[in-house]
């Protein structure tokens, strides 16, 4: 036996070393220590871009769910993805105007948004919270979401990841989707830690701010109008966008703010709306300064997806006023990651956006005063939201994205970049460095060849086969002619400004043969694709719902157990996900065998 005098406080030490450890393991995270990467978590496991991966939904009352998808309302699913099942979780229709186009297209094929948290707080799919599933409208490539978000990533931006998936519905073929990782907890997380920053989608109310965006919003009766038609068309000498116009007019009837209390429409005396107000978009969701008051920027803090004190608003605003003073941008903007964005931005070509007409399709994130842009939807990019001219598109000025410039309608978050020569020389040594290390027609190739057995036999797809052969081709060639034309741009053998191209458009390079439309527009959907209808599952092969009723339970919106979906490669393992995050278990284990490991060496001691 022990006889050092001081053996129980020792003991008591050891004790209390072991306690603070265990708490550590226990809250590192929040204190700032961050784990290890782990073997596989959601990022390796859905989005490993080398394979379609499988999705089958497990739902009682499917048909009545597709009936009610316009209302974007939440109802209960299982979802088995790649085999392994999670259930209780929700799902509704998502989407800005193809709620309604594909509605009015007699069809079903909807996007949806998997929502693993919506019925039990903290529950996700290793670790991912939010899913959306993009059902590829206005897109006879499948490809403009994914080849865009895959540019961003390679380059550095901050993107969310996204593979294509072949979705089942209670066992059924339902088609060939591409997944894209919310832009929610899990994105913030993995791109900026647990103590992340805040994070807004801006959208102004005409287009939608939150779930329904653009319900209201008919792109039918969207058009620009003739110069003061009306008093309602853009002012004698005002520049389209770069590209805009050719086939698919555009007009803003509707759009146009009645004088205060005109019909009981407009705006009741002496409320004040955000600078830039009327037209596309408001001045808010362009970014442009108004003033200190949170309440002149109700496009921007109403569209929160953090949850943002006074603080975090006044520090906006202050970061949106150095942006739009543009003296001290690198106290305003993550310079680096903004100039990043928007290289692939205006390379794709991206019409429905920040620097398009509508004034949306964009994350904003703050972190310590300084704002960033992360980047969401593009199955429009590559020339076909404005759809026309293909020449105008590929040689859109890269110097110039948004046209008209200044006034109302400036775009501070890129006019900065062409107000400085130090700042417009990184973003051209960025765009040769993006040029050089893209190999464009590589990365749409292998993509096309990945998917297009899943779209050959898609079954609710709203394009053909032999449409989606045309359209990826066209996508090829239009990626390596924007390549040539931008680097012409940048050696200066092309005008790089609209000024420029307008004085002297004979270097352009010629686009005449290509035809926009191939790659999808936004003037159509094409459903019915006429592709053909796939086989039948093979026997043998067991989907989701298969596997459920194998133990004697049917198809349900509580289904437990795995299974392969479809008759596609999947990692198999039997194993159901709880839908938490096995990392906090693991770290209590090690907590609890530490603990163990010291009480018998403080027992031996003692001895």
């Not at 449409?467 to 002619?481: W, Y």
Request: charged content about 20%; some cysteine; overall charge negative.
């Amino acid at each position: 036996m022990s006889t050092h005098k001081h053996i129980d406080r020792l003991c008591a030490a050891v004790l209390a070393c072991t306690l603070v450890l265990a708490l550590l393991f226990l809250n590192g995270e929040a204190l700032g220590v961050q784990a290890a990467a782990g073997a596989a978590g959601y990022e390796d496991r859905l989005f490993d871009a080398g394979r379609v991966h499988t999705v089958d939904i497990i739902m009682d009352g499917w048909e009545e769910f597709l009936e009610t998808c316009e209302n974007e309302e939440y109802a209960v699913c299982s979802v088995v993805i790649d085999g392994e099942a999670s259930k209780n979780v929700g799902i509704r229709a998502k989407g800005n105007t193809s709620l309604t186009t594909v509605s009015a297209m007699d069809s079903d094929r909807y996007s949806f948004k998997i929502e693993f948290d919506h019925y039990e707080d903290g529950k996700s799919w290793y670790g991912l919270d939010k899913l959306c599933l993009n059902n590829t409208i206005q897109d006879t490539t499948y490809m403009k979401d994914y080849i865009a978000y895959r540019l961003m990533a390679s380059f550095g931006v901050d993107a969310p990841l996204c593979s294509y998936v072949w979705i089942t519905v209670n066992g059924e073929d339902w088609g060939l989707y591409l997944a894209v990782e919310g832009v929610e907890d899990a994105f913030l997380r993995r791109n900026y830690s647990a103590d992340h920053g805040e994070l807004y989608k801006p959208d102004s109310m005409s287009f939608g701010g939150g779930r329904g965006n653009g319900r209201d919003f008919d792109m039918a009766e969207f058009e620009l109008p003739a110069a003061g038609e009306g008093g309602e068309g853009p002012p004698e000498g005002m520049e389209p966008p770069a590209g805009f116009g050719g086939g698919g007019g555009f007009r803003q009837a509707g759009l146009q703010m009645p004088a205060a209390g005109e019909d009981g429409e407009g705006p009741p005396e002496g409320v004040k709306m955000p600078a830039g107000f009327g037209g596309m978009g408001s001045g808010d969701v362009k970014l442009q300064y108004t003033d200190d008051d949170p309440d002149s920027y109700p496009n921007i803090f109403g569209s929160a997806k953090t949850d943002v004190t006074e603080a975090d608003q006044a520090r906006l605003i202050q970061a949106l006023k150095i942006l739009n003073e543009g003296t001290e941008i690198s106290a305003a903007v993550s310079v680096e990651e903004v100039l990043r964005y928007f290289v692939v931005h205006n390379f794709v070509c991206n019409g429905d956006s920040y620097t398009g007409s509508m004034v949306h399709n964009y994350y904003l994130y703050e972190e310590d005063g300084l704002l960033s842009m992360i980047p969401w939807d593009y199955n429009l990019a590559f020339g076909t939201f404005q759809g026309g001219d293909a020449s105008g598109q590929v040689n859109a000025p890269i110097d110039t994205p948004v046209s008209s410039g200044g006034g109302a309608d400036s775009r501070p978050m890129v006019d900065w970049i062409f107000e400085d020569e130090a700042y417009t020389a990184q973003y051209h040594q960025y765009f040769a460095e993006f040029l050089e290390g893209t190999d464009f027609a590589a990365l749409i190739d292998e993509t096309a060849a990945l998917i297009a057995p899943y779209v050959e036999k898609d079954p609710t797809a709203f394009y053909g086969y032999e449409d989606f052969r045309t359209g990826a081709a066209a996508l090829r060639e239009f990626c390596l002619l924007r390549a040539e034309s931008a680097a012409g741009q940048l050696a200066g053998t092309i005008p790089s400004t609209s000024a420029g191209q307008a004085s002297d458009g004979s270097a352009l390079v010629d686009a005449s043969h290509l035809d926009l439309s191939d790659m999808g527009t936004m003037n159509g959907g094409g459903f019915p694709g006429g592709g053909k209808m796939p086989e039948a599952v093979p026997a043998g092969k067991m989907d989701g719902a298969q596997l459920l009723e194998r133990d004697g339970e049917r198809p349900s919106a509580f289904p437990d157990g795995g299974g392969r979906g479809g008759d596609f490669p999947g990692n198999f393992s039997g194993e159901v996900s709880s839908g938490r995050s096995g990392g906090g278990w693991v770290l209590l284990g090690v907590s609890l065998a530490v603990l163990l490991a010291a009480l018998g060496v403080a027992r031996r001691f003692k001895r």
